[in-house]
């Protein structure tokens, strides 16, 4: 089964299409990238993504997975050398409690200070940093979440490393400060020095272009106030 054709349908700047990535190199897996535009969905993308209609979706022989955090559970599953996620069932279960945690506790926090100005972005900026508090304590004393190598928990959180200093440029913010924040600082460091990682991303300058024009996009929309009530403390 593992030695089936991988496609991989992506798009340029996603932080979930890049855990992917990140999953299938660090393996040493051989696949098609298959480039998407998220704002004109193509029939192939609708047609493998069905419920959600977003990327990444990664095509494995006949079979179809979506949702990065599956995916990449799928790729270490087939393919079990190099393992990402811990052996032991207890750190297991605590890698996908974190990986949860800060997907929904800390990423939506982050884009929402992202996408806001003033009173809105301060609360989100304080409560994105309550959280980072959270992830500090999980990575203090360790070189990476995975310990000496790359793991599932790493992936998960890649995008801290690239993304997020974009973001606080973009959003005119900080929410890593080396000072409070010494093991994420260190972490984020050393995250993007593996040469698997640091020769696959995507380019900052252009990053920085297009979170600059998706901000001010989403930032005037109907939804964002929405967005808001759901996932900010008042």
Not at 19 to 43: C, M, Q, T
Not at 160 to 175: A, D, F
Not at 204 to 220: G, P, V
Request: proline residues 6%; glycine residues 6%.
């Amino acid at each position: 089964m593992a030695e089936q054709k991988v496609k991989l349908l992506g798009f340029w700047v996603s932080p979930f299409v890049y855990r992917v990535i990140w999953a299938l190199k660090l393996k040493g897996i051989d696949y098609e990238h298959i480039e998407e535009d998220i704002f004109n969905k193509s029939p192939l993308l609708l047609q493998l993504n069905p419920i959600h209609k977003k990327v990444p979706v990664l095509i494995h022989g006949d079979k179809v997975i979506c949702e990065s955090y599956v995916i990449v559970q799928y790729i270490d599953e087939t393919w079990p050398h190099c393992p990402l996620l811990p052996q032991h069932p207890y750190e297991r279960a605590m890698a996908r409690f974190w990986a949860d945690f800060a997907e929904t506790k800390l990423l939506i926090t982050i884009a929402i200070a992202l996408w806001a100005r003033g009173e809105v972005q301060e609360r989100a900026v304080k409560q994105a940093m309550e959280a980072m508090e959270k992830i500090e304590g999980v990575v203090k004393g360790k070189k990476l979440f995975g310990g000496e190598s790359i793991g599932y928990l790493d992936i998960c959180l890649g995008w801290m490393s690239y993304w997020l200093p974009v973001w606080e440029e973009v959003g005119g913010m900080q929410i890593i400060d080396p000072i409070k924040f010494p093991a994420t600082s260190s972490w984020m460091n050393t995250f993007l020095h593996h040469p698997v990682i640091g020769d696959n991303l995507p380019a900052r300058d252009a990053m920085i272009e297009y979170f600059q024009k998706r901000s001010k996009d989403i930032s005037e929309s109907d939804w964002f106030e929405g967005i808001i009530r759901l996932h900010l403390q008042p």
